[in-house]
């Protein structure tokens, strides 16, 4: 078989990808690209087709826009999948061989930070197109090109898995890939009765008659054993699985032979906990299938929901993310997905048994709160084993769990897991998590993870070079003819009712984007069922609540249904008004949070009669019974109060928060424990508290130093010690110090972008004393897209400051910064110059990790004025327009990349939006990319700037309004 060519490049490098296509034309081989072309060379419909043992060659022709940008706006035509594949063969060449070629000098200035760096590549010329060409003509020479034999590679941790009494050891093995023989051999001799058992493991892709005979011929002790079990695995496209363990005991004369998934499959079965029932909004309404959109290309159009079960049935390895915001459905989503998997609904590629295992956030957070573990990184397998802690099963070892995912014996769902991010901040690093994890997605991987969030976290970029597994879909709210289909089928043969629940959800659930939240049509859905068909129906009434503002869509909906809660209630004296049912449910949220769990009856009564200031609340405990916000599943069930949708608790606790924020209440334990899960910077619960605060900057600022205050008394009195050390990142106090830090970030953000100056004010306003900034953790330098929490730390003291995973080279120093007792952890920073921080004092009881020691050694800049860094960011800007003595058109992605290289202090989305205001440049939307160009008033103070250091013009005009 003559093998193919594949070529691969990005659209920069289209035409030079052209011109290997025809070269390799030239030679007599076919081609496969992954772009379209006037040559109509053949387009690849799958990355298996393009990366994989059976292509000759794979031609990787890299351009500059072959690299993730600085920002976050990449717009990568090369699949994910594709990515992973190649990443795979590049640390496997045995697998495919790589011709990387490099088409200019700006390309290859790009490869020495990443992983390309390790291969011999071609930068593009006559000379090196000739030597592509005789490698071309020595694979179209061979008569065929061998099939790679994919080998598991932890077969040995599997046989001790199943032999803990033996001593296991690798005795032999080959891989012969031109005579398709391969095979592993390895004896488990017991250690009691000394016997040995041999165990054969072979190669897919292999020859049974070739392999049987190489085995006789250099094992024949082993080959004529009556002890010895034959082990492969299940190959892609194979369904007869018995008739193929038939012939490998007929070839290997053996008595067993057993696929590795079926062994792992056996092994997991007693330590996994399984089933289909979920939480309570799984059995409350039928599916609808929603749609999804790729969530790094945000404008490619959406896509029904099958696409998910594709990946998750189909041959492609990965960790996939779906994010959505609260009450979309993401729980809903994969409850269904691992009932259609449980009850054999799904028809996956390969063949054999397979267990879900779902992870909630809810299971894991219980475990961990409680729980130290012994390494900072928080890894996938932690929380396997924090989801089992409540069932009586034995825990697997790490080893034995993710051979079991690997193999695809094991599928893996983490619900919420941004939930378990931000109760266990300081042990999670998702750099860390992920390359705790990439060795099982190797080439030939079954390997398959699927994650829920509200918020993306980690950088979709950069992922895409470092772990290119991994991938990102965003569930979307309900378009229209979802929302109709919802409707008829929780409303079915009542057309009166589906007309008027539309109509609600136009007010209620409806997105400025024209779809619809599900939560909402759920409650929607109950209210009109309370009224007969052919009624006048629901009628929305205006509320009142010194709570809740009705131009805030969440508001909207929670005053609305606890509005028609009161008229349910026979005694309006005895009914609930819309403010005091919003503080039970902060009450219940916050009374679960305290870890004191879900409430029963009695908790409620004692809530109802703090709440209304009365005793007489029983017939009120029993309304709440049968409350929209609360699970009757969960009730009826338990006898506990739950709350019907997993987003609600959070905007309860936010609630509270801001009212105790504005009333300036008293911090209790409870307060700590909550600021520590859900507020920093970012948030939405941070983003909440900030939005509802009724009062200027100053009062802002008074309100967080008292809350700051109050936080060390109340550690004081009831923490134990290891949770008052400031320098600790795990410690409640750090915890609670950054959930500070995150409302002031959140509130300078609010006004704007984040500003440096009025951030360090804020942050002085509230730490300092004395003169000195004490006692204060920043545990997450990074704020949202590209800002980052800027610091001025010139002309002042810093003592006991936890400064982790702070962007060091984004803040500003000089000889009178000092710092005494802090502590610097996981401090680097994008840019690599560094902003005067060698002028700064660091005391000799200061604690640096070796990555800030590393980037420390090569600061070697003086701090410059702010005018001087915006001047110096201005010409390097302008400066990527200038080549060969004139300025000309860049696209916008290789602009933006262009300015992260220089390492500015002024983010790039914000220098644009300035030089659209100045009239600096001209854009032009060119469908795919956007050209960018200097203007006519710009282009000769550019040349000034940059050719005589003078500013003057609309570039000085930029200039001031930065500065500002």
């Known amino acids: ?204 892709g292999i020859s049974l008659k070739r392999t049987s005979d190489r085995l006789k011929r250099d094992h024949p002790e082993i080959s004529d054993s009556k002890n010895k079990y034959a082990l492969l695995g299940i190959e892609p496209g194979h369904v007869r699985l018995n008739e193929r363990l038939a012939n490998v005991k007929t070839a290997f004369e053996c008595d067993h032979a057993v696929y590795l998934e079926n062994i792992v499959s056996r092994l997991i079965s007693t330590s996994v906990k399984v089933g289909v029932t979920g939480s309570s909004t799984s059995g409350e309404r039928e599916f609808v299938e929603p749609q999804v959109r790729h969530g790094i290309a945000t404008d490619a159009p959406p896509k029904p929901f099958s696409v998910v079960e594709k990946w998750l049935t189909g041959v492609n390895a990965g960790v996939r993310v779906m994010q959505g915001q609260g009450g979309i459905g993401k729980t809903w989503a994969m409850l269904h997905l691992r009932q259609k998997a449980s009850l054999s609904k799904l028809n996956f590629t390969r063949p054999g048994d397979r267990t879900i295992l779902f992870i909630a956030s809810t299971d894991v957070n219980k475990v961990l709160a409680a729980t130290s573990l012994h390494r900072a990184e928080l890894t996938l397998y932690d929380l396997y084993v924090a989801s089992q802690s409540s069932v009586s099963t034995e825990i697997l070892n790490k080893e034995t769990f993710y051979n079991a995912i690997e193999l695809g ?75 109709d289909i919802f409707f008829e089928d929780g409303l079915p043969g009542m057309p009166n009712r589906i007309n008027h629940a539309k109509t609600i959800s136009e007010e209620l ?26 009624s006048e129906g629901v009628v929305l009434r205006h509320f009142h609540s010194e709570f809740l503002n009705e131009s805030d869509v969440n508001d909207r909906v929670v005053g609305q249904f606890c509005n028609r809660e009161i008229s349910k209630v026979p005694d309006p004296l005895r009914s609930l008004n819309v403010d005091q049912q919003v503080r039970v449910f902060c009450e219940i949220a916050r009374t679960k949070e305290a870890g004191n769990g879900a409430p029963r009856d009695e908790t409620i009564r004692q809530i109802l009669e703090k709440v209304t200031e009365r005793k007489d609340v029983e017939n009120l405990v029993d309304h709440l019974t049968s409350h929209p916000f609360i699970s009757q599943e969960e009730y009826n069930k338990r006898e506990v109060f739950e709350f019907r949708f997993d987003f609600l608790p959070e905007y309860f606790l936010m609630i509270d928060a801001s009212l105790n924020c504005m009333n300036g209440a008293s911090l209790e334990l409870a307060d700590i424990r909550i600021m520590n899960k859900y507020c920093n910077s970012n948030s939405l619960f941070s983003q909440g508290v900030v939005q509802r605060f009724d009062g200027d900057e100053l009062s802002f600022f008074v309100r967080l130093l008292e809350m700051n205050a109050e936080s060390w008394v109340v550690a004081e009195a009831t923490l134990p010690s290891p949770d008052l050390d400031i320098l600790r990142p795990d410690s409640a106090i750090a915890q609670f110090s950054f959930a500070i830090v995150g409302l002031l970030a959140t509130y300078v953000s609010e006004s704007g972008s984040l500003d440096a100056e009025r951030f360090t004010n804020g942050v002085c306003e509230i730490f300092m004393e004395d003169g000195v900034v004490r006692k204060m953790a920043i545990l997450d330098g990074f704020f949202k897209e590209e800002e980052r929490i800027r610091i001025d730390f010139r002309g002042r003291h810093w003592d006991q400051c936890l400064f982790h995973s702070v962007d060091i080279w984004s803040c500003q120093f000089d000889s009178e910064t000092k710092f005494s007792g802090c502590k610097f952890q996981h401090c680097e920073g994008v840019y690599n110059k560094a902003s005067g921080v060698m002028d700064a004092h660091f005391e000799p009881n200061c604690i640096f990790d070796d990555v800030f020691e590393k980037i420390y050694s090569v600061g070697n800049q003086k701090v410059q004025s702010d005018e001087a860094r915006v001047v110096e960011d201005v010409k390097s800007f302008v400066s990527d327009f200038h080549s060969q003595g004139a300025f000309w058109k860049k696209n916008l992605e290789n602009l933006e990349r262009f300015y992260g290289q220089s390492n500015p202090s002024i983010p790039f989305k914000k220098l644009m939006r300035q030089m659209r205001r100045s009239g600096v440049i001209v854009e032009k939307d060119m469908g795919h990319y956007v050209d960018v ?9 550019a040349e000034r700037l940059i050719t005589q250091g003078v500013l003057e013009g609309v570039l000085r005009d930029a200039v001031v309004e930065l500065v500002r």
């Not at 160009?933 to 103070?941: K, P, Q």
């Open 409 to 483: 014996s094991l599928i893996v769902f983490v619900d919420g897991f941004d939930e378990i991010i931000a109760r266990n901040r300081p042990r999670f690093n998702s750099y860390d998590f992920f390359t705790d994890i990439e060795p099982i997605f190797r080439y030939g991987s079954a390997a398959k993870i699927l994650i829920s969030c509200r918020n993306i976290f980690f950088d979709q970029d950069e992922s895409l070079w470092d772990f290119p597994f991994v991938d990102c879909w965003e569930l979307l709210a309900f378009d229209g003819k979802r929302r």
């Open 1 to 204: 078989m003559t093998p193919y060519i594949s070529i691969i490049c990005q659209q920069e490098g289209h035409k030079v990808a052209n011109e290997y296509a025809k070269l390799t034309k030239e030679v007599g081989l076919p081609v496969l690209v992954n772009f379209p072309s006037l040559e109509g060379f053949e387009q690849a419909n799958s990355s298996q087709q393009l990366v994989n043992p059976s292509v000759g060659a794979v031609i990787l022709v890299i351009s500059s826009d072959f690299f993730p940008a600085s920002g976050k706006k990449t717009r990568t035509k090369i699949p994910p999948e594709t990515l992973q594949a190649i990443r795979s063969a590049a640390s496997d060449m045995a697998q495919v061989r790589l011709i990387p070629v490099v088409i200019d000098d700006d390309s290859l200035t790009y490869i020495e930070n990443t992983w390309l760096k390790d291969l011999q590549y071609f930068k593009d010329g006559p000379i090196e197109r000739e030597s592509v060409r005789s490698i071309l003509r020595t694979i179209a020479d061979r008569e065929h090109l061998p099939e790679e034999l994919y080998s598991f590679e932890k077969v040995g941790s599997i046989i001790e898995a199943i032999e803990p009494g033996s001593d296991v050891e690798k005795v032999g093995g080959l891989r012969e890939s031109s005579e398709k023989i391969g095979y592993q051999v390895f004896s488990a001799t017991n250690r009691i009765k000394e016997s040995v058992t041999y165990y054969i493991y072979l190669n897919k």
């Open 933 to 941: 160009t200097l203007s006519n008033e710009a282009i000769e103070a």
């Open 509 to 534: 659930a409806k997105l400025p984007d024209n779809r619809y939240v599900p939560f909402v049509l759920s409650l929607v859905k109950d209210l009109v069922l309370e009224h007969a068909d052919g």
